[in-house]
């Protein structure tokens, strides 16, 4: 008799499960069971079937400590999910000034942009998002950066009638 113990195998409905659940770990913002997870080698850039990774799905659903875990454990800011987009874009979207702070304070580049060229700066400005587009102001985003359709942050604002950021950016051309 032996005192080893024999391997059980995991079959793909278990392997998928327990992904979706670590998945939903990250939107939940459970930073104490990511921590543990990433400690016991789970791969901190892990992707959904979205291309979303765990650092995506918490920073979109605006859990700053989840994303503290995740960047501590060496997630990359910079992986964009299957849609080009990538995290800052995202918390800039949501309006979550936090979340954008805490990025750029982690070192994501102000003008980084995903597959479409959209910077934060941009989807903060589309969306009338004033003190995000402030704040990247201030940490030198560059207002006449353009996506890949040739359109700037305040091209943006004004085609999404974002009049509040439009104004703001129109105040730095003149």
């Given amino acids: 008799m032996s005192d080893q113990r024999s391997a059980t195998p995991i079959n793909d409905d278990q392997t998928d499960a327990f992904a979706e659940a670590v998945f939903d770990r990250a939107r939940q913002g459970d930073d104490a069971m990511l921590a543990r997870l990433l400690d016991s080698g789970l791969p901190a850039n892990l992707r959904n079937h979205k291309g979303d990774t765990l650092l995506m799905l918490a920073s979109y659903h605006g859990h700053v400590e989840a994303v503290r875990v995740l960047l501590e454990h060496g997630a990359d800011p910079m992986i964009a999910n299957d849609n080009g987009q990538l995290p800052l ?48 102001l201030g940490q030198g985003a560059d207002p006449q950066r353009q996506d890949a359709r040739g359109i700037s942050a305040l091209g943006a604002a004004q085609a999404m009638g974002a009049n509040d950021t439009a104004a703001q950016l129109k105040a730095l051309a003149g």
């Fill in 89 to 136: 874009a995202g918390a800039a979207f949501k309006g979550d000034l936090a979340m954008v702070r805490l990025l750029v304070e982690r070192g994501v580049a102000v003008d980084s942009a995903g597959a479409d060229g959209r910077t934060a700066l941009m989807m903060a400005a589309m969306f009338n998002r004033s003190a995000i587009v402030e704040y990247l």
